[in-house]
């Protein structure tokens, strides 16, 4: 290993950092900090991803189970509890306060038109009309509180067609409908069937990012929502369905077959519209290569040794490259290669190439596909504060992704994990009803909270 | 709930777009950068693109298998509507002070470049915030601006923050090689992510008066949607694994090959769902079976994999069509597969004006995903697309800043702004008649 040298710019990294170091996030303002935020998501965690976002910047976010926790607290990998919540709320309960409320009580309902005044944005994620049949629709909250922000993310939307089936929304059926999935996933070889490869099919992805972007998504509107509530002090109601979410962030595959008629079908570890651009096998596991001009193309064939061999000195586009024909021919080129490296071996090579190659400071992107436990342990994620155990007061330590940006005045910080079921009744209850300990046994014994 | 959106898409344009009276500039190519500042510009954001000239971004070569749209890249379509198009050189001096007086009369600035090139420039953020200390500047990029892959000048792409995060070892089927995305997830959703910062600290300006700098590295976002994995490793030592298409956190909840060779996803964790499944099924028992009755038992992966197995075999009976109708019917999750047909012929999609026709002036008519948030009293909209670089040069720097035409022909005549270099998805398309979409028509 050469003694590392630190570029020229280093005091350039060292001022940013002195800034906006997550090391520093918790001396710094909130954003979000003037906001009320009730998260009443039911089975979904997209409304749940939403509502962290917002009590990552400071928002003062109620969480309103009922009695007994909402399902998504039992969602956990082989159904792991810790302390008695699932893996997957653990990390989503973030920074929250957590009430109980029975919703199909009367009382119930009454305790949450109280919250709903003093709120700014409400968070749910039921089937359509649920809100509606207890009486606490848009056209009714708007009324007590004409500031909300009244936020639905569902599968199917408020309006349309589809918007009337009741069913909940799950990451896994709204990766399916987005079209994404369809999309995604190893090519089936002509002449073999799905029963023999049953790997061979559409993926979908492993993490519930169809939540997750949904959840961002509702977010961004929420914010936009309240820059024009600043303007004319009106509230809205914000509809964002889940799978149209997630297939915004699909490309041209609509335009595609609107003009072309062309479904765009899947292409395993290669890219329909990329090249180089792709993930390859290597000794130890595989890489992604990605060069996406031509100059990164060939200064990656010459650190394959191709160079002369392939004629890459007279190549002057990229656009042959990115047909099928040719992906498919270049991948076969290229694999037996690869395979003669460890990932880390072509990753430092490519990193020499950029100092000391024939086309330097020109490289392509090589990095190593890794498993999760190894980006964990990864240093310059650690240093970057994206596993800095959260210390919660109930749950412990425990590691959930945070300081996803760094920010000189407001940084995203999480100071809590989670909270029991019903943990915050007493204090939210006291502090926007002035419920105290009597009030609050009358109500737990008539089963409302 | 119904009534506040009665007639949403016929009323879209007697509304205000939210972000009115926002401007943005962005300084960005590929993917990771323009799309979150089209987010904004799609909720009414005045967003002006600057681009490098004579041959801007880099996306407006990229195309799927060599089909272009009228000369253009769909990529480059998609990723950049709303904008205005700006050609700069910022290499040099006039350049980068014609770069700061934009900045000065603007609210957020997007760039993404390697980290130190916007300080090699001269426009890096202590000299942005001397002419505007109320901006809100945000720099994406692979690694950050500090730590060691930063201080490498590592290049990244999408599917490099897929590989270095787990997220594509995580998207695949067990003991098979992890499998890329189709779609660049890290780059989109790090975009839009990025607007959750840019807004947040929009809002605190208005308290505070105020700006501030945000650094967004494409594999830091991603990790943040990871949820349970980072806990998991952590509490047991070991790495999460994949599962394909099962979700291990939810049972069940899986895609199934279906009678019809079409493929079905299902879900259906609560009790009242997990008995219309099993009453679909025509084995209501199983509801009661102690091994599924509840969820977090059945999670248990033997007791997950016994209960997915009968599903398969049950889905292999029926259509995809067969089984979304049953979910309707007893009230479970479930969908049959999409593709780029559903996509533009679903008339749901249609009905709700997510997938509608845009009518550009200078590409015709083309089919588009509208912005999928639907807000009712401020819709957001998507109107036209994207021009050729520095195609509305005249427009900003008159409009912003005031500048003379003949001002103007002499900033184009020193390079320091430049138009289209005359090739593919460059120049307009062959069919322009040389006016249409020009704001200022000389």
Same mark, same amino acid.
């Given at each position: 290993?050469?003694?590392?040298?630190?570029?020229?710019?280093?005091?350039?990294?060292?001022?940013?950092?002195?800034?906006?170091?997550?090391?520093?996030?918790?001396?710094?303002?909130?954003?979000?900090?003037?906001?009320?935020?009730?998260?009443?998501?039911?089975?979904?965690?997209?409304?749940?991803?939403?509502?962290?976002?917002?009590?990552?910047?400071?928002?003062?976010?109620?969480?309103?189970?009922?009695?007994?926790?909402?399902?998504?607290?039992?969602?956990?990998?082989?159904?792991?509890?810790?302390?008695?919540?699932?893996?997957?709320?653990?990390?989503?309960?973030?920074?929250?306060?957590?009430?109980?409320?029975?919703?199909?009580?009367?009382?119930?309902?009454?305790?949450?038109?109280?919250?709903?005044?003093?709120?700014?944005?409400?968070?749910?994620?039921?089937?359509?009309?649920?809100?509606?049949?207890?009486?606490?629709?848009?056209?009714?909250?708007?009324?007590?509180?004409?500031?909300?922000?009244?936020?639905?993310?569902?599968?199917?939307?408020?309006?349309?067609?589809?918007?009337?089936?009741?069913?909940?929304?799950?990451?896994?059926?709204?990766?399916?409908?987005?079209?994404?999935?369809?999309?995604?996933?190893?090519?089936?070889?002509?002449?073999?069937?799905?029963?023999?490869?049953?790997?061979?099919?559409?993926?979908?992805?492993?993490?519930?990012?169809?939540?997750?972007?949904?959840?961002?998504?509702?977010?961004?509107?929420?914010?936009?929502?309240?820059?024009?509530?600043?303007?004319?002090?009106?509230?809205?109601?914000?509809?964002?369905?889940?799978?149209?979410?997630?297939?915004?962030?699909?490309?041209?595959?609509?335009?595609?077959?609107?003009?072309?008629?062309?479904?765009?079908?899947?292409?395993?570890?290669?890219?329909?519209?990329?090249?180089?651009?792709?993930?390859?096998?290597?000794?130890?596991?595989?890489?992604?290569?990605?060069?996406?001009?031509?100059?990164?193309?060939?200064?990656?064939?010459?650190?394959?040794?191709?160079?002369?061999?392939?004629?890459?000195?007279?190549?002057?586009?990229?656009?042959?490259?990115?047909?099928?024909?040719?992906?498919?021919?270049?991948?076969?080129?290229?694999?037996?290669?690869?395979?003669?490296?460890?990932?880390?071996?072509?990753?430092?090579?490519?990193?020499?190439?950029?100092?000391?190659?024939?086309?330097?400071?020109?490289?392509?992107?090589?990095?190593?596909?890794?498993?999760?436990?190894?980006?964990?342990?990864?240093?310059?994620?650690?240093?970057?504060?994206?596993?800095?155990?959260?210390?919660?007061?109930?749950?412990?330590?425990?590691?959930?992704?945070?300081?996803?940006?760094?920010?000189?005045?407001?940084?995203?910080?999480?100071?809590?994990?989670?909270?029991?079921?019903?943990?915050?009744?007493?204090?939210?209850?006291?502090?926007?009803?002035?419920?105290?300990?009597?009030?609050?046994?009358?109500?737990?014994?008539?089963?409302?909270? | 709930?119904?009534?506040?959106?009665?007639?949403?898409?016929?009323?879209?344009?007697?509304?205000?777009?939210?972000?009115?009276?926002?401007?943005?500039?962005?300084?960005?190519?590929?993917?990771?950068?323009?799309?979150?500042?089209?987010?904004?510009?799609?909720?009414?954001?005045?967003?002006?693109?600057?681009?490098?000239?004579?041959?801007?971004?880099?996306?407006?070569?990229?195309?799927?298998?060599?089909?272009?749209?009228?000369?253009?890249?769909?990529?480059?379509?998609?990723?950049?509507?709303?904008?205005?198009?700006?050609?700069?050189?910022?290499?040099?001096?006039?350049?980068?002070?014609?770069?700061?007086?934009?900045?000065?009369?603007?609210?957020?600035?997007?760039?993404?470049?390697?980290?130190?090139?916007?300080?090699?420039?001269?426009?890096?953020?202590?000299?942005?915030?001397?002419?505007?200390?109320?901006?809100?500047?945000?720099? &994406?990029?692979?690694?950050?601006?500090?730590? =060691?892959?930063? $201080?490498?000048?590592?290049?990244?792409? !999408?599917?490099? @923050?897929? #590989?270095?995060?787990?997220?594509?070892?995580?998207?695949?089927?067990?003991?098979?090689?992890?499998?890329?995305?189709?779609?660049?997830?890290?780059?989109?959703?790090?975009?839009?992510?990025?607007?959750?910062?840019?807004?947040?600290?929009?809002?605190?300006?208005?308290?505070?008066?105020?700006?501030?700098?945000?650094?967004?590295?494409?594999?830091?976002?991603?990790?943040?949607?990871?949820?349970?994995?980072?806990?998991?490793?952590?509490?047991?030592?070991?790495?999460?694994?994949?599962?394909?298409?099962?979700?291990?956190?939810?049972?069940?909840?899986?895609?199934?090959?279906?009678?019809?060779?079409?493929?079905?996803?299902?879900?259906?964790?609560?009790?009242?769902?997990?008995?219309?499944?099993?009453?679909?099924?025509? &084995?209501?028992?199983?509801?009661?079976?102690? =091994?599924?009755? $509840?969820?977090?038992?059945?999670?248990? !992966?033997?007791? @997950?994999? #016994?209960?997915?197995?009968?599903?398969?075999?049950?889905?292999?009976?029926?259509?995809?069509?067969?089984?979304?109708?049953?979910?309707?019917?007893?009230?479970?999750?479930?969908?049959?597969?999409?593709?780029?047909?559903?996509?533009?012929?679903?008339?749901?999609?249609?009905?709700?004006?997510?997938?509608?026709?845009?009518?550009?002036?200078?590409?015709?008519?083309?089919?588009?995903?509208?912005?999928?948030?639907?807000?009712?009293?401020?819709?957001?909209?998507?109107?036209?697309?994207?021009?050729?670089?520095?195609?509305?040069?005249?427009?900003?720097?008159?409009?912003?800043?005031?500048?003379?035409?003949?001002?103007?022909?002499?900033?184009?005549?020193?390079?320091?702004?430049?138009?289209?270099?005359?090739?593919?998805?460059?120049?307009?398309?062959?069919?322009?008649?040389?006016?249409?979409?020009?704001?200022?028509?000389?």
């Amino acid at each position: 290993m050469t003694e590392y040298i630190r570029p020229k710019w280093a005091d350039w990294a060292d001022k940013i950092r002195s800034l906006d170091d997550p090391v520093l996030a918790h001396e710094k303002p909130e954003a979000l900090d003037d906001l009320v935020v009730l998260d009443m998501s039911s089975r979904s965690m997209a409304g749940c991803y939403c509502s962290s976002m917002l009590a990552e910047l400071g928002a003062e976010t109620i969480r309103i189970e009922p009695p007994g926790g909402d399902l998504v607290r039992t969602y956990s990998p082989n159904g792991m509890m810790h302390q008695g919540t699932g893996l997957a709320y653990l990390a989503e309960g973030r920074n929250k306060y957590h009430v109980t409320l029975d919703l199909a009580t009367e009382e119930g309902r009454d305790i949450f038109k109280s919250l709903i005044a003093q709120a700014d944005v409400l968070i749910e994620t039921y089937p359509k009309g649920q809100m509606d049949e207890w009486g606490i629709g848009y056209d009714e909250l708007s009324k007590i509180n004409p500031r909300l922000i009244f936020t639905s993310i569902s599968a199917f939307g408020r309006f349309g067609p589809e918007s009337d089936r009741r069913q909940y929304d799950y990451d896994n059926v709204s990766q399916a409908r987005s079209g994404i999935q369809y999309a995604t996933g190893e090519v089936l070889p002509e002449g073999k069937t799905v029963e023999e490869m049953p790997w061979a099919v559409p993926t979908k992805a492993g993490p519930w990012i169809t939540w997750a972007v949904s959840g961002t998504f509702a977010a961004v509107g929420i914010l936009g929502a309240l820059h024009y509530r600043e303007l004319t002090g009106e509230g809205q109601a914000i509809d964002v369905a889940t799978p149209e979410a997630y297939e915004r962030l699909n490309d041209y595959v609509l335009h595609w077959y609107a003009d072309q008629g062309h479904v765009c079908e899947r292409f395993g570890n290669l890219d329909t519209c990329l090249w180089l651009y792709g993930f390859f096998p290597t000794k130890d596991g595989g890489v992604f290569l990605g060069g996406l001009r031509l100059e990164m193309w060939k200064a990656f064939v010459d650190i394959l040794g191709k160079y002369d061999e392939w004629g890459a000195a007279e190549w002057t586009t990229l656009a042959p490259f990115m047909k099928k024909d040719w992906q498919l021919k270049y991948q076969t080129m290229i694999n037996p290669l690869t395979l003669q490296y460890t990932s880390e071996e072509l990753t430092q090579k490519a990193i020499e190439y950029a100092k000391s190659g024939r086309l330097a400071p020109i490289t392509p992107v090589v990095a190593e596909i890794v498993p999760p436990g190894k980006t964990m342990q990864d240093a310059i994620w650690v240093e970057r504060g994206i596993f800095t155990p959260v210390q919660d007061p109930v749950y412990g330590d425990v590691v959930v992704a945070q300081s996803q940006w760094k920010a000189t005045e407001t940084p995203p910080r999480t100071k809590w994990v989670c909270r029991p079921v019903g943990y915050d009744n007493g204090y939210v209850y006291l502090k926007y009803l002035g419920y105290g300990p009597v009030k609050l046994g009358e109500l737990n014994g008539k089963g409302v909270i | 709930m119904t009534e506040v959106f009665k007639d949403y898409v016929k009323n879209k344009f007697k509304k205000p777009a939210p972000l009115k009276g926002l401007r943005v500039l962005e300084v960005c190519t590929l993917l990771f950068g323009p799309a979150g500042p089209s987010f904004l510009a799609e909720m009414g954001a005045e967003v002006i693109k600057i681009e490098l000239p004579p041959l801007g971004d880099v996306t407006r070569s990229l195309n799927p298998f060599g089909w272009f749209y009228k000369e253009q890249s769909p990529m480059f379509m998609h990723i950049n509507p709303n904008k205005y198009y700006m050609a700069l050189d910022l290499h040099g001096d006039p350049g980068q002070q014609i770069f700061k007086e934009l900045c000065a009369k603007a609210d957020i600035v997007e760039f993404n470049l390697r980290p130190g090139v916007t300080k090699r420039w001269n426009i890096g953020y202590e000299e942005i915030k001397e002419v505007n200390p109320g901006i809100i500047y945000i720099e &994406k990029n692979g690694f950050g601006q500090w730590g =060691r892959y930063a $201080e490498e000048s590592r290049p990244s792409n !999408d599917g490099a @923050a897929q #590989a270095l995060a787990g997220y594509a070892w995580m998207s695949s089927f067990p003991n098979r090689p992890p499998l890329k995305q189709s779609i660049w997830i890290c780059d989109y959703y790090g975009g839009l992510m990025g607007e959750v910062a840019v807004l947040a600290a929009l809002h605190h300006r208005k308290k505070t008066g105020k700006g501030q700098y945000i650094e967004m590295s494409q594999s830091e976002n991603i990790m943040r949607t990871m949820g349970w994995i980072w806990p998991y490793q952590q509490l047991t030592g070991k790495s999460a694994e994949p599962s394909g298409n099962r979700d291990q956190c939810i049972c069940p909840a899986d895609t199934f090959l279906c009678k019809d060779n079409q493929f079905a996803a299902i879900a259906a964790p609560a009790p009242d769902e997990f008995k219309g499944l099993c009453k679909a099924m025509g &084995k209501p028992e199983l509801a009661e079976d102690p =091994r599924f009755r $509840e969820h977090t038992t059945r999670l248990k !992966d033997e007791n @997950a994999l #016994a209960i997915l197995k009968i599903i398969a075999d049950w889905a292999r009976t029926n259509t995809a069509d067969e089984i979304e109708t049953l979910g309707i019917k007893h009230g479970f999750a479930a969908s049959r597969l999409h593709n780029a047909k559903d996509m533009n012929e679903n008339p749901h999609r249609r009905d709700r004006d997510f997938v509608k026709e845009i009518d550009d002036p200078m590409y015709g008519k083309y089919v588009e995903h509208e912005f999928p948030v639907m807000m009712s009293k401020t819709p957001p909209k998507i109107k036209w697309t994207v021009r050729p670089v520095g195609f509305d040069n005249e427009y900003v720097l008159q409009k912003i800043l005031g500048k003379s035409m003949a001002e103007i022909d002499e900033l184009h005549k020193k390079g320091v702004v430049g138009k289209w270099k005359d090739m593919q998805g460059r120049r307009p398309p062959a069919d322009w008649d040389g006016a249409c979409g020009a704001i200022i028509r000389r």
